[in-house]
């Protein structure tokens, strides 16, 4: 299997980019386009967790229509495995808060384009202190 073929690398960076401008602009249409429209897609958020397709896009359609994320990416990681599967995850931090946050998507070429089966976004907290 071929790691990070530069064609597929740039789709699946162009389609990560996309989804972030829409998160930050808050632009429904494209986040809801952007899934997956299966039944087996699901999104695990800060406080929520989402199987299906349909429960996503009803959890985006049940938000303030003037939520909007603004967020710093303070690390990308994208890596694709052949040509049709990829994975893109990040670290970044809201406006205004000390906090940071990780997001991963597991991205799958579809007959309809580049699309979001899998992702998870959680906070940090504080440091688990490991004892030997």
């Known amino acids: 299997m071929e790691i990070n073929i530069p064609g597929v690398l740039a789709e699946v960076t ?3 980019e996309r989804y972030e401008k829409a998160l930050n602009t808050n632009d429904v249409v494209t986040l809801d386009e952007l899934f997956w429209k299966n039944p087996n897609t699901l999104r695990f958020g800060v406080g929520e967790q989402l199987y299906g397709y349909d429960q996503i896009a009803a959890f985006r359609a049940g938000r ?5 994320v603004h ?3 303070l690390k990308v990681w994208i890596v694709t495995y ?3 599967f990829g994975t893109a995850n990040c670290e970044f931090r809201r406006h ?7 997001q991963s998507h597991t991205w ?7 699309r979001i089966v899998a992702a998870h ?5 504080e440091p ?3 004892k030997a």
């Open 82 to 84: 052949g040509r049709d």
């Open 71 to 73: 967020r710093d990416l």
């Open 64 to 68: 303030d229509p003037g939520f909007v």
């Open 14 to 16: 162009t389609a990560f």
């Open 96 to 102: 205004g808060s000390s906090k940071t946050g990780r």
């Open 121 to 125: 976004v959680s906070l940090l907290g």
């Open 128 to 130: 688990t202190v490991m």
């Open 108 to 114: 799958l070429r579809t007959p309809e384009g580049w």
